[in-house]
């Protein structure tokens, strides 16, 4: 079945820059769109974009355009998310979830999350 | 961006009670939304999606309705494993962007 599994934990100081890994099983990786949600402490889920692993392009929800990086090694089945000049309110648990075979822009099976805490 | 408002923003109802959640969009969006159930701690897991096709393997009391700008999710019959907050995400236009959520106990 699929799973995604992400890494864990991180602590950063703002500023700084961190690199989320999410690696699939139970499907190849460049057959999907890996969706990147985020979530605050309390807080609704935030979209943030997409990666089509199979040609490596991306779309980035335009409140995070310049900060963020998606891509993605095929070889490992591995997807990642990098923000950088990270902030004390980017501190969130950030989900990677997979885009439906019918329809890329549809999330549906999700990581566990990754919970990024930026504090100085 | 689209603004989707879902009401209410929390709900306390009984085992068994008939629940419904509404989500409006800000412009149309056809059929391009989906429910979502988030325990706490707990990744979302899709419910509901092209505005009304239940995901396999979720109960047969959840369903979803509605085209255009307004859309309900319906549970039949509550049930105490129920207890969650739900999210609507349209996926009409950029931004993807979701409710702010309906928090839903049991009473």
């Known amino acids: 079945q699929v799973q995604l599994v992400q890494s864990g934990a991180e602590v950063k100081k703002p500023g700084a820059s961190v690199k989320v890994s999410c690696k699939a099983s139970g499907y190849t990786l460049s057959a999907y769109y890996m969706h990147w949600v985020r979530q605050a402490p309390g807080q609704g889920l935030e979209w943030m974009g997409w990666?089509?692993?199979?040609?490596?392009?991306?779309y980035y929800a335009l409140s995070f355009e310049g900060r963020v990086t998606m891509t993605r090694d095929t070889s490992i089945n591995t997807a990642y998310l990098d923000l950088n000049r990270l902030r004390n309110d980017d501190t969130a648990v950030y989900y990677c979830?997979?885009?439906?075979?019918?329809?890329?822009?549809?999330?549906?099976?999700w990581g566990q999350g990754t919970l990024v805490t930026v504090s100085s | 961006d689209i603004q989707m408002t879902q009401s209410p923003s929390s709900l306390s109802a009984s085992v068994g009670d008939r629940v419904t959640i509404t989500c409006r969009a800000s412009q149309g969006i056809r059929n391009e939304l989906g429910w979502y159930q988030q325990k706490p701690g707990k990744a979302p897991k899709r419910l509901i999606y092209?505005?009304?096709s239940l995901q396999s393997g979720v109960p047969s009391r959840f369903s979803g309705s509605g085209y255009g700008k307004e859309f309900t999710l319906t549970i039949s019959s509550l049930q105490p494993e129920d207890c969650a907050t739900y999210y609507c995400l349209q996926h009409h236009g950029y931004p993807l962007t979701f409710g702010q959520g309906t928090r839903l106990e049991i009473k």
């Open positions: 092209a505005a009304s």
């Open positions: 990666i089509n692993p199979h040609s490596g392009d991306t």
């Open positions: 979830a997979r885009g439906d075979s019918g329809d890329y822009l549809r999330p549906v099976d």
